[in-house]
């Protein structure tokens, strides 16, 4: 449905309490839809604390402001299930999980999205760019491909500045809010901070690429491959950067550079779990990490062949996009 034909349609918003879905669901009522907003309650570690009764306060203002009806869904045990537990599992497991990618395919665009049209909407909407600079397309490419044509992106195609511009000119209470830089539903938490109510530091070794010991760590599980870190007991010059890791040993191997020896003749990534919203012979690129580099390449069968290297090293377990131009394609998880 596009976000300019919307005349009478009930769409229920994801009002998360920022700035980007206010603006989303006053654009759709300048448009005559008739706009619900609706704040996701996830799951929130205890003992640590997490900012979504002010989320949700916020959320609250803006309907408020807007003089629309105001829900809150309880998506608790589903983010549990799905992001949470997900997220742990892959860590343990030595992986690198994209939590983000989990909770719009599991909350976002899973459980708020049942729960909308079991109310009555004709579509969602959400606060998501699709353009620019903070093109969140990445984290798209679990979502099944019926849900998200099914969305309305009212601030896809708008730069933050013009966001905030019109937060302002609609005079709404969060215009001025800060961006969240944590997990997904964590608030402020970062992912680290998470890991380490979790897991026990276990100070484990570090070796470079011919075996030899160069320092110390304070656990695998809070580091992921590709990551720069800082060793302890080191007496020789960094950067080091994490090249491979030995869950059952505790050990990482470094290097000073993001590749290994050798990996300049690595250029077929294998994946798993493909989503398509278009066909895999139309990719002419991948991109592994949010914000990272696109790489041009092809798909051939369960791989994506690169025409020339990756600046780090992909991980198995995180998410590997694929684009046509500007155009997302699809995506899917590394296993190796």
Request: charged share 25%.
């Amino acid at each position: 449905m596009s976000d300019m034909n919307v005349r009478g349609e009930r769409i229920f918003v994801g009002l998360s309490g920022g700035v980007d879905s206010a603006v989303a669901a006053a654009l759709l009522q300048r448009k005559g839809a008739h706009v619900t907003g609706v704040f996701i309650k996830g799951w929130y570690p205890p003992g640590i604390l997490c900012t979504w009764a002010t989320e949700r306060r916020d959320a609250m203002r803006v309907a408020a402001r807007l003089h629309i009806p105001f829900l809150t869904l309880d998506a608790s045990a589903e983010y549990k299930k799905g992001v949470i537990d997900y997220m742990l599992a892959e860590y343990r497991a030595g992986r690198t999980p994209n939590p983000d990618v989990m909770c719009n395919r599991e909350v976002k665009f899973g459980i708020f999205y049942r729960f909308a049209k079991a109310h009555g909407a004709d579509a969602i909407a959400m606060g998501h760019y699709r353009a620019g600079e903070k093109d969140q397309n990445y984290f798209l490419w679990a979502v099944p491909k019926a849900v998200l044509e099914a969305t309305i992106f009212p601030v896809g195609d708008l730069e933050k500045n013009e966001v905030r511009f019109l937060a302002k000119k609609f005079n709404l209470p969060v215009a001025k809010k800060k961006d969240s830089q944590g997990v997904c539903f964590l608030g402020n938490i970062s992912i680290e901070e998470f890991l380490r109510s979790e897991f026990d530091s276990m100070p484990g070794r570090a070796v470079d690429e011919g075996g030899t010991l160069v320092g110390t760590h304070d656990g695998v599980l809070f580091h992921t491959i590709g990551e720069r870190i800082a060793l302890r007991g080191t007496r020789k010059t960094g950067p080091w950067f994490v090249l491979a890791k030995d869950v059952a040993k505790n050990e990482f191997t470094v290097g000073k550079e993001r590749f290994p020896v050798g990996a300049s003749v690595r250029r077929a990534i294998p994946f798993v779990g493909a989503n398509w919203f278009g066909e895999p012979a139309s990719v002419t690129e991948a991109q592994y990490r949010y914000r990272g580099q696109r790489v041009p390449g092809y798909i051939d069968g369960g791989r994506f062949v690169a025409e020339k290297l990756f600046s780090e090293i992909p991980a198995p377990g995180q998410s590997i996009v694929f684009y046509n131009d500007t155009t997302l394609v699809g995506g899917g998880t590394i296993t190796a």
